[in-house]
């Protein structure tokens, strides 16, 4: 990269000059792909009456992960810590941020949750048996099924199906207000969500009570409280209930998202499903304890669902110290929205992007710099290594015993955009699929 002297926010190519429409659906939409191959990797926008600069391609992910202090999360992310507390884990920085990673460790690593293949199996694989033949309302499905099974895994717990609804209602409302800028005040300020996040926060609050009172489980909220006692850091309860929170729910809307995403273009491929189905006829959990080596196939097509339907394709920043880039250097304060995906749809990378084709995966990799799907460096999505077990587990059981019935509507389409949502109402009926 060949650095031009630096030169101030003026100089930056604008949005505006391109003359795109610039909204859409209600939602503030713009094709940040067409403004990238116009202006290049870096740009200037009006959005939500504010200056921002958009950073994307290879460079802008190098540039933006090299050095996560140069970032002010704590700025740019003050939605999680108006709904979640001061100690949550999205909005920190620095050293706070690094104590708080190692205290989520023994929760999250792979190596805390890779033995609990076969018991998110078997929860996955009763909820499915259960709504077999039913008509229902994919997302919510998943959404259901993941936090039942991190309910039987990582955080035991029980709950009825009217808690558990209003689990996901609270956990749909609160990260759709994430991305909202001011107009999430409106949007938390409904009395139907507050109540859910009462409820929410008094089931979570209980939890902790039983087991900072002495009550043990064998799951990895104990491993977490365990370690932290050894180490003889503080037990704090407002600090716990938000930690229970990432494991109980947290992220599960993502997941049922790529899944719906996934499939709908899945059934769309029969060439593909029919190998893939094929693949699948020998699935089983205790297989996957290798890793995805057994299943080639489904690895590829996990891989390219994510690449195609990132649920988060845009993070907003903040500048924390002066980032210089392409040439320019953006002052402290700066709102960045950095599109971290843009890499997935460009032709030189992927080839023929916009289409779903697992098969571009087999026996072959790409550079890690363009694959954003789960962020990068220290802030790096917590949940991936139970999305790439809750993933995996949940096609393989899907495909291996049902066909599945999609409703048509609504399409689902590639869309990079900062907080505007995939899709997450498809209709879907699974019926077991007659033997051999
Ligand atoms: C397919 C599903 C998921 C996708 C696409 C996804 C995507 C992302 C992305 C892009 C980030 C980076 C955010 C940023 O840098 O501002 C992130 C961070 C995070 N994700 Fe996920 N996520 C998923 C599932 C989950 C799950 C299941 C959990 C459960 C705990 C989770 C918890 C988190 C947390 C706590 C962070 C913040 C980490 C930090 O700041 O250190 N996510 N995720």
Same mark, same amino acid.
């Given at each position: 990269?060949?650095?031009?002297?630096?030169?101030?926010?003026?100089?930056?190519?604008?949005?505006?000059?391109?003359?795109?429409?610039?909204?859409?659906?209600?939602?503030?939409?713009?094709?940040?792909?067409?403004?990238?191959?116009?202006?290049?990797?870096?740009?200037?926008?009006?959005?939500?009456?504010?200056?921002?600069?958009?950073?994307?391609?290879?460079?802008?992910?190098?540039?933006?992960?090299?050095?996560?202090?140069?970032?002010?999360?704590?700025?740019?992310?003050?939605?999680?810590?108006?709904?979640?507390?001061?100690?949550?884990?999205?909005?920190?920085?620095?050293?706070?941020?690094?104590?708080?990673?190692?205290?989520?460790?023994?929760?999250?690593?792979?190596?805390?949750?890779?033995?609990?293949?076969?018991?998110?199996?078997?929860?996955?694989?009763?909820?499915?048996?259960?709504?077999?033949?039913?008509?229902?309302?994919?997302?919510?499905?998943?959404?259901?099924?993941?936090?039942?099974?991190?309910?039987?895994?990582?955080?035991?717990?029980?709950?009825?199906?009217?808690?558990?609804?209003?689990?996901?209602?609270?956990?749909?409302?609160?990260?759709?207000?994430?991305?909202?800028? =001011?107009?999430?005040?409106?949007?938390? /300020? *409904? %009395?139907?969500?507050?109540?859910?996040? &009462?409820?929410? #926060?008094? !089931?979570? @609050?209980?939890?902790?009570?039983?087991?900072?009172?002495?009550?043990?489980?064998?799951?990895?909220?104990?491993?977490?409280?365990?370690?932290?006692?050894?180490?003889?850091?503080?037990?704090?309860?407002?600090?716990?209930?938000?930690?229970?929170?990432?494991?109980?729910?947290?992220?599960?809307?993502?997941?049922?998202?790529?899944?719906?995403?996934?499939?709908?273009?899945?059934?769309?491929?029969?060439?593909?499903?029919?190998?893939?189905?094929?693949?699948?006829?020998?699935?089983?959990?205790?297989?996957?304890?290798?890793?995805?080596?057994?299943?080639?196939?489904?690895?590829?097509?996990?891989? =390219?669902?994510?690449?195609?339907?990132? /649920? *988060? %394709?845009?993070?907003?920043?903040?500048? &924390?110290?002066? #980032?210089? !880039?392409? @040439?320019?250097?953006?002052?402290?304060?700066?709102?960045?929205?950095?599109?971290?995906?843009?890499?997935?749809?460009?032709?030189?990378?992927?080839?023929?992007?916009?289409?779903?084709?697992?098969?571009?995966?087999?026996?072959?990799?790409?550079?890690?710099?363009?694959?954003?799907?789960?962020?990068?460096?220290?802030?790096?999505?917590?949940?991936?290594?139970?999305?790439?077990?809750?993933?995996?587990?949940?096609?393989?059981?899907?495909?291996?015993?049902?066909?599945?019935?999609?409703?048509?509507?609504?399409?689902?389409?590639?869309?990079?955009?900062?907080?505007?949502?995939?899709?997450?109402?498809?209709?879907?009926?699974?019926?077991?699929?007659? %033997?051999?």
């Amino acid at each position: 990269m060949s650095l031009s002297p630096a030169t101030g926010l003026d100089a930056l190519p604008a949005y505006e000059s391109l003359g795109l429409s610039g909204a859409g659906d209600g939602l503030e939409q713009f094709d940040h792909l067409a403004a990238y191959r116009s202006l290049g990797p870096i740009y200037q926008l009006r959005f939500r009456g504010e200056r921002w600069v958009a950073i994307g391609g290879m460079d802008a992910n190098e540039a933006a992960w090299r050095n996560p202090d140069q970032w002010d999360y704590q700025e740019a992310l003050s939605p999680f810590r108006e709904m979640m507390g001061p100690t949550h884990v999205t909005q920190l920085d620095g050293d706070p941020h690094r104590r708080k990673r190692r205290n989520l460790k023994p929760g999250f690593a792979m190596s805390a949750v890779f033995g609990l293949i076969p018991a998110i199996d078997r929860s996955i694989a009763g909820d499915l048996r259960a709504s077999a033949g039913q008509s229902l309302n994919l997302h919510d499905f998943f959404m259901i099924a993941l936090t039942r099974a991190n309910s039987r895994t990582v955080l035991h717990c029980d709950f009825d199906d009217v808690t558990a609804a209003a689990f996901i209602r609270f956990e749909e409302h609160f990260i759709r207000g994430t991305s909202m800028g =001011e107009a999430r005040h409106a949007h938390y /300020a *409904a %009395p139907g969500f507050q109540a859910d996040r &009462a409820l929410v #926060f008094a !089931f979570l @609050g209980e939890l902790v009570d039983r087991r900072l009172a002495g009550l043990s489980a064998a799951d990895n909220f104990q491993a977490m409280l365990d370690e932290r006692r050894e180490r003889g850091e503080p037990l704090d309860r407002d600090e716990l209930i938000p930690e229970a929170y990432l494991l109980l729910m947290a992220g599960t809307g993502n997941t049922a998202k790529l899944l719906n995403c996934g499939l709908q273009y899945l059934t769309e491929d029969p060439a593909w499903l029919d190998r893939l189905r094929a693949e699948l006829a020998g699935y089983a959990p205790e297989k996957l304890l290798g890793g995805m080596g057994a299943f080639p196939l489904l690895k590829a097509t996990l891989l =390219e669902i994510e690449r195609l339907f990132p /649920a *988060a %394709p845009v993070l907003a920043r903040v500048v &924390a110290e002066p #980032f210089e !880039f392409h @040439g320019h250097t953006l002052p402290k304060g700066t709102k960045v929205l950095h599109l971290q995906t843009i890499p997935h749809f460009l032709e030189e990378i992927y080839a023929d992007p916009y289409r779903f084709d697992p098969a571009r995966w087999i026996d072959r990799e790409y550079p890690k710099k363009s694959q954003g799907t789960f962020g990068g460096s220290t802030h790096l999505c917590l949940g991936i290594n139970l999305v790439r077990l809750h993933m995996p587990i949940a096609i393989g059981n899907l495909l291996r015993d049902y066909e599945l019935t999609l409703g048509e509507r609504p399409r689902i389409s590639v869309n990079v955009n900062y907080g505007v949502p995939l899709v997450a109402d498809l209709a879907a009926v699974f019926r077991p699929r007659p %033997p051999g």
